[in-house]
């Protein structure tokens, strides 16, 4: 009885074998092949950015995971031990990372252990890897030389800090930052596909040597700054914000006629002897905009036809009282009185307060109104995320009182951002048209434009003519006569505005 049972207990489990090996053969080879093969993504080369004369500000360079299998049935053991020295020899040479000998016996207990993916080298370049190419038993081919080898990308800076905020970087579930992260889509470009096989270890090993999809590179950016002004103002920046012992700066330069931006500079202290660009402050820092503010208050003054640049104001000795309130001039004693042009050049902030409540005090909201169809509460959608957003009160707002009116005069009670200040500004200078910040011309696949980005208007005129002249007028005045004498210089005239924006 007990050899019976033994002996059917035998003949069952060969029905088993038989059973699977005829019966169910193909399902289990399917199933074992759907464990072990799979289609692994390839990522495509990311596209490059570009300043607007062509220089590189990021790109992708190829580098390469080394690996070989020793075990292909092409590679024989005399084979092997023909060629094991000269490779090793050859290996040590090119990476100096190991020994000939330590390369040798890497080689051999790869060998002896039977590994069909053994690592050989993480980062190899492109001329690297062409070289290994030609190695003793690599320059068999893939299929008999045993090299194996897979691409990846990394992003590298030819500039380094410059821009780097501008440049930016994208991470997945994260807040896209700068041109890397609001034009991630056009960079990333179209992933390939390539046939693995997962083995000991978890490695995964490609099945052939050519990829079953092969990956489309993405698309190039070409930014509107220009590095070399880039390096002026960040330097010209990093030497005041050391010099004044401030916390954070930020210099934004415009082209007037198109509104490209040239150059972008946001400088923060890290300690007390850096500075470094941490945050975009230019674009994302909604703020009080102080005086820079009031060049936006007297152009809507002269605009509703209330004064001009001869009218006078008395300021008195610095100091008027308003309700329970007082504003202040910087100039201690006072200025007394002074013209219009003359308020605008000591930046008085008496003098501008004065000038808007005379005028406004009976219809408050009409100077908003004159705010808004000058543009400036104006939210263009910029080429970089995270732009701030400008909040211009009205006498309709929660947050309205009868303060509102004299402080927006003089730049508070609002918020806006440095480039909406500079975008006013710019406008302007350009004889009343307000052009859209642009970070980018072009995206552009294999050196052809894809997609060109012209000049934005998006205020054909923020005043008349005539506002426009008295308002550069004042602007000259502030260098020639006012606040910012010590850039006066004798080979060209410059106009502006003196002034902190609050934060």
Not at 460 to 468: E, K, L, Y
Request: charged fraction near 25%.
């Amino acid at each position: 009885m007990v050899y019976l049972f033994v002996f059917l207990i035998a003949g069952l489990i060969v029905v088993r074998v038989v059973r699977i090996q005829f019966s169910e053969g193909d399902f289990w080879l399917k199933r074992a092949n759907e464990l072990t093969l799979h289609y692994a993504n390839i990522e495509a080369v990311r596209g490059n950015i570009f300043d607007i004369n062509g220089q590189l500000l990021a790109t992708s360079l190829p580098y390469y995971e080394v690996a070989v299998d020793l075990n292909t049935d092409a590679i024989t053991d005399e084979i092997f031990d023909a060629n094991v020295d000269s490779l090793a020899y050859c290996l040590s040479d090119m990476f100096s990372d190991r020994t000939k000998a330590q390369y040798k016996r890497e080689l051999i207990k790869a060998k002896v252990s039977g590994d069909r993916y053994h690592t050989l080298y993480g980062n190899a370049s492109y001329q690297q890897l062409q070289t290994l190419k030609k190695f003793p038993l690599f320059r068999k081919g893939r299929n008999k030389g045993g090299l194996i080898y897979t691409q990846k990308g990394q992003r590298e800076f030819p500039f380094k800090l410059l821009a780097s905020r501008t440049i930016g970087y994208h991470t997945e579930n994260a807040k896209p930052v700068g041109l890397e992260g609001s034009y991630n889509t056009q960079l990333t470009g179209i992933g390939g596909k390539r046939l693995v096989r997962r083995i000991a270890g978890g490695v995964e090993m490609p099945v052939n040597a050519e990829n079953e999809i092969e990956p489309q590179d993405g698309c190039d950016i070409v930014s509107t700054i220009d590095i070399n002004i880039q390096d002026v103002a960040e330097t010209a920046l990093y030497e005041q914000l050391k010099k004044h012992q401030a916390g954070w700066g930020c210099v934004v330069l415009m082209e007037v006629k198109t509104g490209e931006i040239r150059a972008i500079a946001n400088l923060s202290r890290i300690d007390t002897a850096d500075y470094r660009e941490n945050y975009n402050y230019a674009i994302g820092q909604s703020s009080e905009p102080g005086s820079t503010f009031k060049l936006v208050s007297l152009m809507a003054a002269m605009e509703d036809g209330f004064i001009d640049l001869n009218d006078t104001v008395n300021t008195g000795n610095g100091v008027w009282r308003i309700l329970k309130q007082e504003v202040k001039d910087a100039h201690e004693g006072g200025l007394g009185k002074l013209t219009v042009k003359e308020v605008f050049e000591k930046s008085s902030n008496v003098g501008t307060a004065k000038l808007i409540y005379k005028h406004y005090s009976k219809d408050p909201q009409k100077f908003i109104d004159r705010l808004f169809k000058m543009g400036v509460n104006l939210e263009p959608q910029l080429d970089i995320a995270g732009a701030g957003r400008p909040k211009i009160k009205t006498t309709k707002s929660k947050e309205w009182s009868s303060y509102s009116l004299p402080w927006m005069a003089w730049g508070y009670e609002l918020t806006m951002t440095p480039l909406q200040i500079l975008t006013f500004y710019n406008a302007v200078a350009n004889n009343g048209e307000m052009m859209k910040p642009r970070f980018v011309r072009e995206v552009r696949k294999q050196g052809k434009a894809v997609t060109a980005f012209e000049p934005e208007v998006i205020h054909p005129r923020i005043a008349s003519a005539s506002t426009i002249r008295q308002a550069k007028e004042m602007m000259e005045g502030v260098v020639l006569e006012g606040t910012a004498m010590n850039l006066k210089n004798a080979d060209y005239r410059i106009a502006g505005k003196t002034g902190d924006m609050s934060f």
